[in-house]
């Protein structure tokens, strides 16, 4: 079973920084992407970030662009996600995806920017 713990979160003022982390346990076969999304209170879930298997590709959202940066290390099982330049607008719940024939879930990091 494929489990995704997240961590990293927490309370920043605006223009901090924070880095999350996503370790993965459990067996996956083959290759797969990892991202990240996020869910601010009343909103839908959105994109933020994805890396390919292999680190070479990525993807940002237009809104976090230049701010926020992925990254992933095979050997640890790890997804990161370095945030800087935070504004209150970043402020959400933050979760870490697994893509490959399904999506798998993280339970989500609290991420609350103050300004």
Same mark, same amino acid.
């Given at each position: !079973?494929?489990? +995704? ?13 924070? &880095? ?13 992407? %990892?991202?990240?999304?996020? !869910? #601010? ?22 809104? @976090? /662009? ?8 095979? #050997? /640890?099982?790890?997804?990161? +996600?370095? %945030?800087?330049? +935070? /504004? ?9 995806? +697994? &893509? ?10 609290? @991420?609350? @920017?103050?300004?």
């Amino acid at each position: !079973q494929v489990q +995704l713990v997240e961590s990293g979160g927490g309370l920043v003022q605006a223009g901090g920084s924070l &880095r999350l982390s996503c370790a993965r346990s459990g067996r996956i076969f083959g290759s797969y992407t %990892m991202g990240w999304f996020r !869910q #601010a209170p009343g909103k839908e879930r959105e994109f933020v970030t994805a890396i390919s298997w292999g680190g070479g590709t990525t993807s940002y959202a237009d809104s @976090v /662009k230049g701010r926020f940066t992925i990254s992933r290390d095979n #050997a /640890k099982n790890t997804v990161y +996600l370095q %945030m800087n330049s +935070l /504004k209150p607008e970043d402020t959400a719940v933050y979760y870490c995806n +697994l &893509r490959t024939r399904s999506d798998y879930w993280g339970q989500g990091t609290q @991420v609350t @920017v103050s300004s």
